[in-house]
């Protein structure tokens, strides 16, 4: 086991840098050679386990320094870390680590590490095609229809990321870059590892706090931050604390948001409160990292959605129609991609069983990648070769004959000024084949009901996909370890009537 380069490019940060801040967390300032010393404590313990076999490490994804540091031991020791959501449930956490063939669970907390468990022996060799020696992270997808998967990733195409997230984003000393989501997602590939691995400064948003737009705004100002990157809801947490006439934050150089629908609303108020900012809309799954880059002109917002832009530097991308053939012209269908970044396979899946990891789609040219990988999202490509996102396939429903996207719905509802947000399930019935149940969160102090919400659908959407009932709520949808709402959650209680749900209906009804 040998050091990987993302460690070693730390270590010359901190030898050319040592006073350097490399963290800012709860206000604190953590320079380079005080994040060295904790790498150099959490190391010591982690000689002081049995790491002879090479397995995974599991450390539980709680937003520290002292985390940050135990996953640069581990790659200081060439040792794959295994990041869970420090929030999930006890008996699925175990059910992770064992497939993923851990033998130790190490915390790191303000006494600093702590092997807070062992993984139950024997570990089942974990059934996948990556040589787990070249394994360097290993993250989790959301688990929002079922158990979360094992996505593992090489070092390799960790350093091929971030060397790619340095020269777009200009990532190196002079930058100040905002971690906002949790350290279990691949956006901190960008945020975290790739900020380090060139010698920039992270400053870590603290969950306690991250739906705090007055917080938010105030990490930004106060540290200079060069790069944020966010999902949708972050970035209108950020205008709606600007205020009006907005505040602004002149230090942020590039806006990326990523991980869902930008509403037009949100992205109009951008350019005001990021006046010398590029907007960019990335794309990307857990398994391939991202794959898609488009840059929004400021000076010209579309309002009728961002598209996907243009593929990453050797990134390979084709569009399969219901038959499973390549749409080579205008014309919709799933979304296939191969990238530099992408795994090669889930930990601990069967490898014979059918899944979204498949051989490169047929009359692909000579030198293509050997395995792409299904996303599941459905996409259009227009007339000038420019690919949209529409929905899902797995959200794909039919309603009294008629094929509806449930992710379209949810998309026309999040439009709407006064919906936070909004999630659409469809609900199996005799009749219609299906329902459609929409639940939402309301802005603070909004008015609309449910019967504006349904005018509203009207207005951009066929009858069948209008929602059959409308679910108000005034506070934040479920959502699981991974920062995804909480389908079966919703579900689970839309089959449970209340007397709240019940009001609702009435009123839709009305």
């Known amino acids: 086991m040998k050091p990987t ?55 539980p994804a709680v937003k520290t320094p002292r985390t940050i540091a135990l996953v640069l031991a581990c790659l200081r020791a060439g040792l794959p870390v295994v990041l869970p959501s420090a929030t999930l449930p006890e008996a699925t956490l175990q059910r992770l680590l064992t497939r993923a063939g851990c033998r130790h669970v190490v915390s790191a907390d303000d006494a600093g590490p702590t092997q807070t468990g062992a993984v139950p022996a024997p570990a089942p060799a974990p059934a996948t095609p990556v040589n787990p020696g070249d394994t360097a992270f290993v993250l989790t997808t959301s688990g929002s229809t079922g158990i979360p998967k094992l996505v593992p990733l090489t070092a390799g195409a960790v350093e091929r990321f971030a060397d790619w997230a340095a020269a777009q984003f200009d990532l190196g000393p002079e930058s100040s870059v905002l971690n906002y989501a949790p350290l279990n ?29 007055r917080h938010l ?34 230090s942020v150089r590039h806006v990326l948001f990523t991980g869902d629908h930008m509403p037009a609303r949100c992205l109009a108020r951008l350019p005001a409160v990021f006046p010398g ?12 990292n991202d794959s898609f880059l488009h ?22 991308a084709v569009v399969l129609d219901e038959d499973g053939a390549v749409v080579t012209g205008p014309g919709r269908g799933e979304l296939v991609v191969a990238t530099p970044f992408q795994s090669a396979g889930y930990l601990g899946a069967d490898p014979a069983a059918p899944g979204p990891f498949v051989d490169a789609p047929a009359g692909r040219p000579p030198g293509a990648p050997a395995r792409f990988y299904r996303t599941g999202d459905v996409v259009r490509r227009d007339d000038t070769g420019v690919l949209h996102l529409e929905g899902r396939n797995d959200f794909q429903v039919k309603v009294r004959g008629t094929r509806v996207n449930t992710a379209v719905v949810e998309q026309v509802l999040l439009d709407h000024d006064e919906v936070a947000e909004a999630v659409v399930l469809a609900v199996p019935d005799p009749v219609a084949g299906h329902l459609l149940h929409a639940v939402l969160r309301r802005v603070p102090g909004a008015t609309v009901r449910t019967l504006g919400l349904r005018q509203h659908c009207a207005q951009h959407l066929p009858t069948a996909a209008i929602p ?37 209906r009435k009123e839709t009804a009305r």
């Not at 960019?280 to 391939?288: K, L, R, S, W």
């Not at 108000?472 to 449970?496: A, I």
């Open 277 to 288: 900012g590029r907007f960019y809309n990335v794309y990307g799954c857990t398994e391939t």
């Open 217 to 250: 705004f105030d990490a930004i100002a106060d540290n200079a931050v060069t790069v944020v990157q966010a999902v949708p809801m972050a970035h209108q947490l950020l205008v709606d604390a600007a205020g009006d006439p907005a505040r602004q934050l002149t």
């Open 468 to 504: 059959a009932t409308l679910h108000l709520s005034e506070s934040p949808l479920p959502r699981t370890s991974t920062g995804k709402v909480d389908r079966q959650s919703l579900e689970q209680t839309l089959r449970s009537p209340r007397p709240e749900a019940t009001v609702a």
């Open 5 to 59: 380069q993302l460690w070693t490019s730390f270590a010359r940060q901190v030898d050319a840098r040592p006073d350097a801040t490399a963290l800012v967390a709860k206000g604190r300032h953590i320079s380079y050679g005080e994040l060295a010393d904790l790498v150099d404590e959490a190391s010591a313990h982690l000689d002081r386990l049995d790491t002879t076999g090479g397995e995974p490490i599991g450390v």
């Open 295 to 316: 840059e929004v002109d400021r000076d010209a917002l579309p309002a009728d959605g961002v598209p996907l832009g243009t593929p990453l530097p050797g990134v390979e």
């Open 185 to 213: 997602f691949d956006l901190c590939f960008l945020d975290v590892w790739a900020t380090l691995h060139h010698g920039g400064r992270v400053v870590l948003v603290d969950p306690d706090v991250a739906t705090n737009g």
